[in-house]
Every structure is written in structure tokens, then in C-alpha cells.
């Protein structure tokens, strides 16, 4: 994790506490885009020849990634796209669980498509909440996120686990955009039935790339009857049933995907390990200045273990102050988002505290 201001140019200028908003760009990754796009200027669509070979690659280093199976993995430029593209297959009279404080992706999507909906609560009893809520209302699908973008507030994976033993028709569908590369992770061996991603943010992946992972067998359980029927009763063979043609409709952008793909090589040299135990070592420390400052909601402060995501007590003039001071953070909620990846460090969090002392 060695020069690091080399890499990412933003962190000789500023106090980057942000990644919750956009991760970073970095000078190894730019010289990879210069080079595809060199490369698609002399070639032209001889370059676009080999995008499919090229894509499949893309698709391995994202199972290999998350610990998932290359077969049941579809890219997709967002995860809002690939989560509607998954609602739009199942039938609205289906139950949803959904977190009264989740990400509007998520909550609107759902709620917008018509969907007998219900709610747990985001606190420091969260997975009490969500076994109460799936006990009293039966629903069939447990959308959520795994990391709370505002509160910073993260579902114990090994509940989930537990709760898809439990309840092994719940489909649980994870968003893991604010997750995905902070921790080591293994979705076959998760509670989750599928999983998405936007790769802008933890992934450094940049914009415009994302994916899907699914469960062996959940395709067919989200593809609607009459998807089945047309391709069946019509000249269009069966493979427009499958992931691909479900959820990879038009072209892929190899520029995008390229990206992602990059960044996910770049983070696996660092080792996720590493990276993880970077990140928890940051949010303790955080954690604890904040609490110290009286800066935490008391549902933060009673949970275990908590993501490096936090929502400090602030206002648009701290935050304007922290700015003019190069610390970048984002409002959120009815405070100040503070986020903090591998390339952060103590002495960024003792210049934010420092502030924070005076500001009080």
C-alpha cells in the first residue's frame, strides 16, 4: 500500500473521505484506458472482434472475485438497471421486506413496481427487526442493502446465512455497492440468492460498470412465464431465456467493463485481506474519536460491528468549513458522511478530529 499519492493524484491535494460517493481514479488505471482507446482508434471494429472473448474474461474476474460462478454472472452498466431488469421479472403480487432507510434504488424501485411492500427498521436491532418483520408478514423477497448508505449500518452476514436456512423460499436479492471490496467476501457460501454491484465506488472501477450474481437456479425462478412462452412459441431459440439475453441486452462497453475489470486485478494485488484489515482498523479508530466527540447515533454506537461508513453530527456550514479546509466528505441524511478505504489514513481522521475539536 506503499505510495499511494502516486496512484491516486486526489490525495496529495485533499483529505479524501468520500469513497461512499465515488471512489477514486488512479494513474494505473488511466494509462489501462488510454491504451484500450489507442487501441480502438487504430483498430476500429477489428477491436470490437474479440469483445465477447474479452467480456467472458470480465465475467471470470468478477466470480473469481466475489466467490461467485462466471455462468451465473451478468454485467450490467449499473445495479439500479440490473435490480429493475430482476423486478420486472417477477410478479407483482410477490411480498417484499425492504429497510425503512434504504438506498432509493432499492426502496422506489420496488415500491414504484407495484409491490405489496413492507418495512424493518434500520437500528441497532436490525436483524431482530428483520426476523420480527418476516415472521409477521411471510414475504417472499428480502431486498436490502448490505451496507446502509447513510448510517453506515451493516446486516451481519452470518444472520443471513441463517435467515436463508430458516426460510429457504425468502429470495434475498443484496445490493453491495457500499460493501463489495472493503471485505473478503464468498457468495456461494452466503445466505444470498443474488447479488449486485455498481463498480464506482469500493471497486474504483469507475462509471458505468456493474454486475449481477446469481444462485445456481434462481434465473428460472425470476423469468417470466410469458419471457418463456415467446421465445417457445416463436423463432427465437431458447437461449433468450438465459442470463445473458435476460439482463445483457445492446452492446457492453469494453472501455467500462475494462475498468472494472482493471480495478478488480489492482485490488487483488494489494490482497482484499490486507485491504480489509486496513479498512476495520480505520473504522475502529474512527469509531471511537467519533463516540469521543459525541458525534454518533446511539444505534451506531450499540453495534458490534459497524462498516467504515459514518454519519457524523453536522450541518452544510461544517461541511462547508471541512471543504475550505480540503477534506471532502458528503452531507447525508441529517449529518456529515465520512467514508475511509484502504488508501485513508490515521493522520487523515486526526486532521478531521482536529477540526471537529475546534468546531464544537
Known sequence: MKNLQKEFPVLSQNTYLNTAASGLLYDSLLDYRQEHDLDFLIGGSMFRERQEQFLNTVRNSVADFCGGSSENTALTPNFSIGFNTVLNGLEKNKKVLLLDEDYPSINFSVKNKGFNVYYAKVNASLEQNISDAI??????????????????????????????????????????????????????????????????????????????????????????????????????????????????????????????????????????????????????????????????????????????????????KLHNTLKEKDIITSLRGNGIRVSLHFYNSVDDLNQLVEILHRYR
Open 135 to 316: 415472521a409477521e408478514h411471510s414475504p417472499d423477497i428480502f431486498a436490502f442493502s448490505l451496507v446502509q448508505y447513510i448510517s453506515g449500518i451493516t446486516i451481519d452476514l452470518d444472520f443471513l446465512k441463517a435467515l436463508k436456512l430458516k426460510h429457504p423460499n425468502l429470495l434475498l436479492i443484496a445490493d453491495g455497492t457500499q460493501f463489495c471490496g472493503t471485505k473478503v467476501f464468498n457468495f456461494e457460501k452466503s445466505g444470498i440468492d443474488i447479488l449486485g454491484c455498481s463498480g464506482y465506488k469500493w471497486l474504483l472501477g469507475g462509471y458505468g460498470n456493474g454486475f449481477l450474481i446469481f444462485k445456481e437456479g434462481i434465473l428460472k425462478s425470476i423469468t417470466p412465464k410469458n419471457y418463456i412462452e415467446t421465445a417457445t412459441n416463436t423463432s427465437y431459440d431458447s437461449s433468450y431465456t438465459n442470463l445473458k439475453a435476460r439482463f445483457e441486452c445492446g452492446h457492453l462497453d469494453t472501455y467500462n467493463f475494462g475498468s472494472l475489470q482493471f480495478s478488480l486485478q489492482f485490488l487483488s494485488k494489494i490482497g482484499l485481506s490486507k485491504i480489509e484489515d486496513k479498512i476495520t482498523q480505520l473504522s475502529s479508530y474512527a469509531k471511537n474519536e467519533f463516540m469521543n466527540l459525541e458525534l454518533l447515533d446511539q444505534d451506531v454506537i450499540q453495534r458490534k460491528n459497524h462498516s467504515s461508513i459514518f454519519n457524523i453530527k453536522g450541518d452544510q
